[in-house]
């Protein structure tokens, strides 16, 4: 083992204790639950968006069984406009799963706590550590930089053969001693240290306890570390979306569970202009298809440009419009945050309120 191996962890720990976050909403418990709820809303967000996402979530679900026994449409509400909304459905399903399997109670082990929904390796390592002190290394995308650049550690962290190397370096610089505050700030301090001093942009090397000994800071190669996603030529997809109104209420209709936007409130879609124009006679419409102004937003693999269209239902009532089921709603936009509407349409339709009077 190198001097810098055996030093590791005890300079991030004293580092952690006085340079580290201490007061964030979800530190200084060791409640699993709001530990693990802390956990998913961080995976691919950041802190400042997490904040008032996770004090809503507790305000309305304080506990897992709450969590566990609330309408699947209640939890998407509150988690619209977070993102990765694979997350909230797994989170739901997840809470069910403890309670039903393990009796409400989250279990302690890396291992039972990786087995749950939306629970993977490194979020299981955190959770286990922070609420049941257990000597567990996590491995995300912070913690990667942090490696990457101290140790030299060659290639991109996402290639399998890179995480892997990434992953026994990351268990051999755990704590030897298992004292479960140590282990908590020794796995807080990983997550510090990547998410205040080495971030992608400009790292404070200058404050940061292991510029003597970082590689990258050595070298001059803090952009270059770790090596970035090899380039892929980013599809865009196209899509027209209705906004069907009776007045102040527009038509919904609830996404199909898998794929983009699973299980959220949306517009009525088609594929080209046409066919939108063909499904807004059928669904009702009086009067012609506007057109608003296109929209675009961006997902990890793909880019969604989005076409959107106004009709009106004239002098029908929406009360005469015969809803195809239980997926189809005629909603206020009053009570829209009701809804679980992703952040594209919620926009749009937050800058017609004054029009659609």
């Known amino acids: 083992m190198s001097a810098l191996s055996s030093t590791f962890s005890p300079r991030l720990v004293a580092w952690q204790r006085q340079h580290g976050r201490h007061d964030l909403p979800w530190?200084?418990?060791?409640?699993?639950?709001?530990?693990?709820?802390?956990?998913?809303?961080?995976?691919?967000?950041?802190?400042?968006?997490?904040?008032?996402?996770y004090a809503r979530f507790l305000a309305r679900f304080p506990d897992v069984r709450s969590l566990a026994a609330a309408p699947l449409d209640d939890v998407m509400a509150l988690w619209a406009g977070l993102g990765y909304y694979s997350r909230a459905r797994n989170l739901h399903r997840c809470a069910q799963?403890?309670?039903?399997?393990?009796?409400?109670?989250?279990?302690?082990?890396?291992?039972?706590?990786?087995?749950?929904?939306?629970?993977?390796?490194?979020?299981?390592?955190?959770?286990?550590?922070?609420a049941f002190g257990a000597r567990a290394t996590i491995l995300d995308?912070?913690?990667?930089?942090?490696?990457?650049?101290?140790?030299?550690?060659?290639?991109?962290?996402?290639?399998?053969?890179?995480?892997?190397?990434?992953w026994a370096l990351a268990e051999s610089l755990l704590p030897a001693a298992s004292a479960p505050d140590e282990v908590s700030a020794y796995t807080q301090g990983l997550m510090d240290l990547g998410a205040t001093l080495c971030v992608r942009g400009k790292p404070g090397c200058e404050r940061c306890p292991f510029a003597a000994d970082c590689v990258a800071h050595a070298t001059g190669r803090q952009r270059e570390l770790p090596a970035a996603r090899p380039k892929k030529t980013v599809p865009t997809r196209r899509t027209w979306m209705l906004v069907l109104r009776d007045g102040d209420a527009v038509m919904l209709e609830k996404r199909p569970p898998a794929g983009i936007w699973g299980g959220l409130w949306s517009l009525p879609e088609a594929a080209d202009e046409a066919a939108?124009?063909?499904?807004?006679?059928?669904?009702g419409a009086q009067t012609e298809v506007v057109a608003l102004g296109p929209l675009t937003h961006t997902f990890t693999h793909?880019?969604?440009?989005?076409?959107?269209?106004?009709?009106?239902?004239?002098?029908?009532?929406?009360?005469?419009?015969?809803l195809a089921d239980e997926a189809t709603a005629w909603v206020a936009l009053r009570d829209l945050d009701a809804y679980g509407v992703p952040a594209p349409v919620r926009r749009l339709l937050d800058g017609l309120q004054g029009t659609l009077l």
């Open 276 to 283: 939108l124009t063909q499904r807004a006679r059928a669904l």
């Open 302 to 322: 793909f880019r969604l440009n989005i076409e959107p269209r106004m009709a009106d239902l004239g002098r029908l009532a929406s009360s005469e419009v015969a």
């Open 141 to 166: 995308g912070n913690v990667k930089r942090v490696l990457a650049r101290v140790f030299g550690v060659e290639g991109f962290p996402g290639e399998k053969r890179v995480e892997n190397a990434m």
């Open 27 to 53: 530190q200084n418990t060791r409640d699993p639950y709001r530990i693990w709820l802390s956990e998913i809303m961080l995976q691919q967000t950041q802190v400042a968006t997490v904040v008032s996402y």
């Open 97 to 130: 799963q403890v309670v039903e399997a393990h009796g409400g109670a989250f279990p302690g082990t890396v291992e039972a706590l990786a087995a749950l929904p939306g629970i993977g390796r490194s979020t299981a390592a955190a959770i286990a550590s922070f």
